[in-house]
C-alpha cells in the first residue's frame, strides 16, 4: 500500500508539538508492514538545506498568490514530500504565528495550499508513485478530501486524524473563492461550520474513515462537554470513528542509548538516573533533597491545567519535593512561574522556552511528571515519562487514562501500577494526587518496582501501526 500522510510539521524537521512527533514515528511503523508512506509537509526555512538536496515531482504556476513546487527528499529514515511555496512558508519564526503571537493574517491560504497540494498527489500521482491512501492530520489538512470531492475525478479515500479538536480552523465565508472552494460545499453536510468554513469540520463530514488519538477520547469526543461544537457529527459518524492510541519512537527515546543524558540507564540497571538528578538538579538551581522531583514539560495554557499546579506549589514544597519546569505559552503563567521559582528558590526551579535534549534531561532526571490537563486526546510526555522510569502523574482524561495505571490498593496488590491518576480534575484533587505520590516515594521497594513496570510498559507503535493499516484498508473498500 502507498500512503500519503498530510501534515504541517513532522520531527525532526520542524517541531511545535506532539503532532510532529507522531508524524515522524508512524511512517516508520508502518513500513514494517509494508506500507510505503511518503509524508507531505510546507517547505519552511528550517527546512531550505533539506529542500536543495532534494528533486522537483511537480510544479504549479500560482498556488494561492504564487508559484510552488513539490520536493522529494529521503532524510532522517523518512519519504519526505517538500511543498516549497516561499510566498506562503519562508518566513522567520514560529511556523503558525506571525511576531506578534498572533496567528498569520493568511493561514488559511498557506494550509490550503497544503491540501490542495495533496489533492494534486492524489489525482495525479508523483510520477508511477499513486497514493492509495492519503492521511490527512489535524486542521490544516482538513481540506483535502473537499479538494478531491469537487474535482469530480476518481480519487483515493481519506481518512481523517484528529489531534487535538480544539484547533478547528475556522474561517470567514467569504474566503471560499480565494480558497478555491466551490459554493456546493457550503452546507451543513460540508465545511459550513455555525455560518463559516472549518477546515478541521470539512475533514470529518468528507473523509472516508476517521481516527483521533486514543480510545477515551475518542468516546469523549462524542459528548458536548468535549466535542466543541463537532460532537454531533461524530456521533453521526461514530461507526466510522477510530481511537487507537499513540506510540513514541523508541529509538529517539531510549534510556539505554539516549545521548542527550548525562548517564544511561535501563529497568535492570537504574543507577544511572541519580546521575541525571544531579545534573537537572543543578542546571534548575534545586537543592538536594529525600523528597521526589517533580517535572512538567508543557505548554503553558489553562488546557494543561498548570494553573492548579499553582495551587498546589506550596504543599508541594512543603512535603518535600521539588518542581523543575520547562515551557512556554500563556504569558500570565509564564511569570507566575518564574515568580514561584524565586519564592520557593531551591525547591522549585522554572525555564520558559524549549530545548529538546534539555527535555530528554529532565525525563532522564525526574522521579515523577506532572500532567493535570483539563482534557488530553493522548498525550506523549506520560510515554516518555513511563519509558524513563519517571511515573506521570496525570488527571483521568483522554489517553492518559488509556495510558497510566493508577497506583490504588489492587493495582499495587496486582503488581501493575505505572502511575497517579486523579479525578475530579481540579486542584484538590490534583494536590491529593501529589501528596500520593510523596507517601509511595517514601517506599522505596514500591516505587523502584513502579518505576521497573513503567519502563517495561509497551509504548511503541508496533501495535497502533497495525490498527491504522486496518483502518486504511477498511477506508479503501468503502
Known sequence: MNLLFVASECAPFVKTGGLADVIGAVPKSLAATGVHVRVLIPAYPALADLAAAGKVTMSFDDLFGGPARIIAVQAEGLDMLLLDAPHLYDRAGNIYLGPDGK??????????????????????????????????????????????????RPAPPVVMTIHNIAFQGVFDAKRLSPLRLNSELFTTDGIEY???????????????????????????????????????????????????????????????????????YSATKLAGKAKNRAELEARFGLTKSDGPLFCVVS???????????????????????????????????????????????????????????????????????????????????????????????????????????????????????????????????????ISRTCVLFAKPKIWTAMMRRAMRHPVGWDLSAATYLDVYKSAQAR
Not at 480510545?215 to 453521526?236: I, V
Not at 487507537?244 to 543524558?261: H, Q, R, Y
Not at 490537563?373 to 506521570?392: D, I, K, M
Open 103 to 152: 496567528d498569520w493574517h493568511d493561514n488559511d491560504l498557506r494550509f490550503a495550499a497544503l491540501s490542495f497540494a495533496a489533492a494534486q498527489i492524489g489525482l495525479n500521482g508523483l510520477g508511477d508513485w499513486m497514493p492509495g491512501v492519503i492521511n490527512a492530520h489535524d486542521w490544516q489538512a482538513g481540506l483535502v478530501p473537499a479538494y478531491l470531492r469537487q474535482d469530480g
Open 194 to 264: 455555525f455560518g463559516k468554513i472549518s477546515f478541521l469540520k470539512a475533514g470529518l463530514a468528507l473523509s472516508q474513515k476517521i481516527t483521533t488519538v486514543s480510545p477515551s477520547y475518542a468516546a469523549e469526543l462524542l459528548t458536548p462537554d468535549f466535542g466543541m461544537g463537532l460532537d454531533g457529527l461524530l456521533r453521526e459518524r461514530q461507526m466510522d470513528l477510530h481511537g487507537i492510541l499513540n506510540g513514541i519512537d523508541l529509538d529517539v527515546w531510549d534510556p539505554e542509548t539516549d545521548a542527550s543524558l548525562i548517564a544511561t
Open 299 to 433: 505548554r503553558l495554557t489553562s488546557q494543561k491545567g498548570l494553573d492548579m499546579l499553582l495551587d498546589c506549589l506550596a504543599d508541594l514544597v512543603a512535603q518535600g519535593g521539588r518542581l523543575a519546569l520547562l515551557g512556554t505559552g500563556d504569558p500570565q503563567l509564564e511569570r507566575a512561574f518564574v515568580d514561584a521559582s524565586n519564592r520557593y528558590r531551591g525547591s522549585v526551579g522554572t525555564i520558559i522556552g524549549y530545548d529538546e535534549t534539555l527535555s530528554h534531561l529532565i525525563q532522564a532526571g525526574s522521579d515523577a511528571i506532572l500532567i493535570p490537563s483539563r482534557f488530553e486526546p493522548c498525550g506523549l510526555t506520560q510515554l516518555y515519562g513511563l519509558r524513563y522510569g519517571t511515573l506521570p502523574v496525570v488527571a483521568r482524561t483522554g489517553g492518559l487514562a488509556d495510558t497510566v495505571i493508577d497506583a490504588n490498593d489492587a493495582a499495587l496488590l496486582a503488581d501493575c501500577a505505572t502511575g497517579i491518576q486523579f479525578a475530579p480534575i481540579n486542584s484538590i484533587m490534583f494536590g491529593h494526587a
